[in-house]
């Protein structure tokens, strides 16, 4: 089967060698072709160029005057499984309470765990399934899923068979963090010790047996877990495999970047809140992916990451949305780009680096996604008719995203 997508107005993120991630001053480049053909074949990008030089012969042909082909965005960290929803907590929010407040009083990740555990899994993977393609349809080809609402043995292996059926349910590109330490729960308040015992000697294992998890994420923070509950975690995870992703930074330093470094995290996630000595360490660390999630700030109306001393320090950035029901109760990648510009100072071309390239290295897909290459999958969108690159960004909340390609298949 082959699709050609011609006349396009601007073919964007085009790479002739595959890079794995761009860093620095680097993240300002994106090259792009104007007038631009795009021939997919089999699910795979087969070529692009001029319109001078396009095949004449396809299966079937989409003129996209006008318009403008990015590769799909790859959302290297989502909570998309979930039960329920908590705008009570927004509305507390409103009045005053801050999101750690509301955590250390039972509510926040708790109260969707709660919800979790009542919930059949058929109901998860329904409700997650809807999610999926409403995210597809904001332009997104590829996921990373975490569990972190079961929070014991029976509830974590739940979200986790969720996501591997929906990993069968669609031609996107999704990988499962298991995220068994994302708080303590309330009934190990008093004997957190226990609870990271159950996550090492139960849950890990289990997990790893089942081939359940590609990746192990910590919540490592004040109202989670320490540096050295989290260093403990990630050890474990490397015994059987799991790379580490880790949320840290996002309200307080207190060392978890340096402990995601010590064992070779492949992403530092959040990163609202870091210091001098952080970056120092980031860029010791450059194979560690930084992912910054705007959207999650925005919504519990805290500070943004430093995006542009970073990316000025010579880092790489990825941007993602965090979609949750706690801080970001959004999978909009569009948004996550508008945000990136206006609140981090990032402009168009590193947001959608951010979004595109370096979101497939925190996945590790750098080879498949995340960019036009020849022999990557054929997972590109197609916009509305569209003036230029920096439109994207720009028109925030507007959909601009009018065909989804996911592996050569129109959505
Ligand atoms: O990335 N910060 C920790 N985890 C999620 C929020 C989860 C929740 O509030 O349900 C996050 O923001
Ligand atoms: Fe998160």
């Known amino acids: 089967m082959r699709l050609l997508i011609r006349d396009i107005k601007t073919l964007v993120q085009i790479e002739e060698r595959p890079t794995s991630m761009v860093s620095g001053s680097a993240m300002a480049d994106l090259p792009s072709i104007d007038n631009a053909f795009l021939l997919l074949e089999n699910g795979y990008i087969a070529d692009f160029g001029a319109m001078e030089n396009c095949p004449e012969y396809a299966d079937k042909i989409i003129n996209a005057s006008g318009k403008m082909v990015f590769p799909t965005w790859c959302d290297s960290h989502t909570h998309l499984v979930y039960a329920g929803s908590r705008e009570g907590e927004f509305v507390d929010r409103i009045r005053g309470l801050t999101y750690e407040e509301i955590t250390r009083r039972g509510g926040g990740i708790m109260n969707s765990a709660k919800r979790l555990r009542d919930t059949p899994a058929e109901v998860l993977l329904e409700n997650a399934y809807q999610r999926l393609l409403e995210v597809q349809s904001y332009g997104t080809g590829a996921l990373e899923i975490k569990s972190g609402y079961g929070l014991n043995l029976d509830s974590e292996l739940k979200m986790l068979r969720v996501i591997q059926r929906l990993k069968t349910m669609t ?241």
């Open 171 to 411: 031609e996107m590109t999704i990988k499962a963090t298991f995220l068994g330490a994302h708080v303590i729960p309330q009934e190990y308040k008093e004997n957190r010790t226990a609870y990271v015992d159950l996550i090492v000697d139960q849950m890990l294992p289990r997990i790893a047996e089942e081939g359940l998890a590609d990746y192990c994420d910590v919540f490592c923070e004040k109202v989670a877990f320490s540096v050295a509950e989290t260093e403990r975690i990630i050890a474990a995870g490397q015994k059987y495999g799991l790379k580490a992703k880790i949320h840290t930074n996002q309200f307080n330093s207190m060392g978890g970047i340096q402990a995601a470094a010590k064992y070779d995290a492949l992403s530092v996630d959040h990163l609202e809140v870091v210091n001098e000595e952080e970056i120092d360490c980031l860029k010791a660390n450059k194979k560690m992916m930084s992912t910054l999630l705007p959207s999650a700030p925005f919504f519990l109306n805290d500070h943004y990451p430093p995006a542009r001393k970073m990316i000025d320090a010579g880092l790489a950035v990825a941007l993602a949305t965090d979609f949750n029901p706690g801080s970001t109760p959004s999978g909009r990648m569009p948004f996550v780009l508008s945000l990136a510009c206006v609140k981090m100072k990032m402009t168009p071309e590193e947001a959608i680096n951010a979004a595109t390239i370096n979101g497939a290295y925190a996945i590790e897909e750098q080879t498949r996604l995340g960019s036009i290459t020849r022999g990557k999958l054929a997972n590109v969108f197609i916009t509305k008719p569209m003036p230029s690159v920096a439109y994207m960004p720009y028109s925030f909340g507007t959909d601009l995203i009018e065909t989804v390609i996911i592996k050569g298949k129109v959505i």
